[in-house]
């Protein structure tokens, strides 16, 4: 009916279509050449690339720019595309059904090279796997790199080939299309043999992430596998490539080495001077007040001062010269007023220490719970709400 009065649909692009940019693009690449790199899991419609009007000589010319729009026929932004990825889809159960044979070499020679972790040209043995770079590198992004070299360099006839890691890290690092100074080296090294497979060899590949170490039979085997074949000398030892330390593990490194240094000065200084916030403070940590989740300045301030036991109280004072005694000038009685005084034991402030106490026991529940010093109470950021209210209710300032 629709054909014999000659109607016509229009649906809206935006109910269809939705457009997002890439930006870093080099110049030289073409709408079309930017079109057949890109990948997924949305179908990519369209590429078109940003340009500037520019005038030269009198003339104006089209000057591209690195930002290009891709078009998606989709009402929803896909998470990512893929550069140089593969464009069909692949069936996990025809490829498992398909490449029994290639499956099973490839996770033999991934169980013998998972282990490529050594900074020097040496041949791996039980005992010097991992010595250097076992908490400082990435092993499991190294094996997937010998993995895909294992790809690119066997002559087996296999077009399918899938890789399974348990580090989910990795596979995100590799799944994120952006580029950054901070990432791991090998992750782009990865992407580099990756594209290399896909687009000279026409290779296709998979990655598989499966959890590690919770009883999962397939994965017990291999790990055992893994480790008897380190420990066998009748395996052909596989020479470890130079692997250079990245600058995001470096970075980690010298961070670790100077809170080292910091903690063992910390520990020095401590026994002279600051014994006060040491015991309330032991450790380096992230400061109290990073979370953000308080209500003001002057909450700040109050609870900053008490951890540094300085402030407006007698015995403070009295210590640096300001007042001639350190006594209470509260309850009038011949006890120095130092924190604990106020909080636990000056009269002057018996009814609102039962609020205070009352408080605290919600938080503690038993009441021998409740510790039985300033300092210890500031040990717990929960118990800031309650001593800042108190100290408002009593002296009104520290």
Not at 104 to 114: D, G
Not at 147 to 160: M, P, V, W
Request: proline share 5%; glycine share 4%; aromatic share 10%.
């Amino acid at each position: 009916m629709g054909k014999d009065y000659q109607f016509k649909a229009n649906i809206p692009a935006q109910s269809t279509e939705i457009t997002g940019i890439i930006k870093n693009v080099p110049t030289n690449l073409t709408n079309k050449k930017i079109f057949t790199m890109l990948s997924s899991y949305k179908k990519i419609i369209s590429v078109r690339r940003f340009t500037k009007r520019t005038k030269i000589d009198n003339n104006f010319i089209l000057q591209p720019l690195q930002t290009v729009a891709i078009t998606f026929a989709t009402s929803v932004l896909p998470d990512y595309v893929d550069l140089d990825g593969p464009k069909k889809p692949l069936d996990l159960l025809s490829l498992l059904k398909s490449n029994d044979k290639a499956l099973n070499l490839l996770v033999q020679s991934i169980i013998k090279m998972i282990t490529l972790n050594k900074t020097q040209d040496t041949p791996i043995s039980s005992k010097n796997v991992l010595e250097v770079l076992n908490d400082i590198c990435n092993p499991k992004a190294q094996g997937i790199y010998a993995a895909l070299e294992y790809i690119e360099a066997t002559n087996l006839n296999f077009n399918k080939w899938l890789i399974i890691s348990d580090s989910m890290s990795v596979l995100m690092a590799l799944s994120n299309p952006s580029y950054s100074s901070g990432t791991n080296y090998i992750i782009y090294n990865i992407r580099q043999i990756y594209s290399r497979l896909w687009l000279n060899q026409d290779r296709e590949i998979r990655f598989i992430w499966t959890p590690s170490h919770i009883d999962v039979s397939g994965n017990d085997l291999a790990d055992k596998l893994a480790s008897s074949i380190v420990k066998n000398p009748n395996i052909q030892q596989i020479p470890v490539k130079n692997i250079k330390l990245p600058g995001s593990d470096c970075k980690v490194l010298i961070k670790n080495i100077i809170k080292d240094q910091w903690m063992t000065h910390w520990h020095e200084t401590i026994q002279i001077k600051g014994k006060w916030f040491s015991s309330i403070n032991s450790e380096i940590t992230q400061p109290w007040f990073i979370k953000g989740k308080f209500i003001n300045r002057n909450f700040y301030s109050t609870i900053c001062r008490l951890r540094l036991g300085h402030g407006r109280f007698n015995e403070h004072l009295f210590r640096l010269k300001m007042i001639p005694s350190p006594n209470c000038t509260y309850c009038n009685n011949d006890i120095i007023q130092s924190l604990d005084h106020i909080f636990f034991d000056c009269s002057a402030f018996n009814i609102q220490r039962i609020i205070f106490i009352d408080n605290l026991l919600d938080l503690y529940k038993e009441a021998l719970d409740v510790p039985r010093s300033i300092q210890d109470l500031l040990k717990n950021t929960d118990t800031f709400y309650p001593i800042y209210d108190f100290i408002k209710n009593t002296i009104g300032v520290i």
